[in-house]
């Protein structure tokens, strides 16, 4: 923890931005980051499945309009990735408030 503080000191000092800027800044890029990462994976899944959203591919399975297997799996993921992404956005929108 010692090293980070240091990190951010360093980096506030040497481009004359206040401390809690680099911190603030850096929180909302590594967010941006993840949401970003997310958001590329609900993209593939959605697309493996031609589905719009994880209620609709679970519908779907249900429906028997797709093998169950992997697709349960994929099921999960896709709910635990919106999800997360639902929770990113909410940080990003307090950190911007």
Not at 32 to 56: G, M, P, T, W
């Amino acid at each position: 923890m010692a090293e980070t503080a240091e990190l951010v000191d360093r980096v506030s000092k040497a481009l004359g931005v206040p401390r809690e800027e680099v911190v603030r800044k850096g929180v909302e890029e590594f967010l941006q980051s993840q949401l970003k990462a997310c958001l590329a994976e609900i993209y593939e899944l959605r697309l493996r499945y031609d589905v719009k959203c994880s209620k609709e591919l679970e519908e779907k399975i249900r429906r028997g309009l797709i093998h169950e297997h992997p697709s349960w799996e994929d099921l999960i993921v896709l709910e635990n990735l919106e999800e997360r992404t639902e929770r990113i956005k909410r940080e990003l929108d307090t950190l911007r408030s």
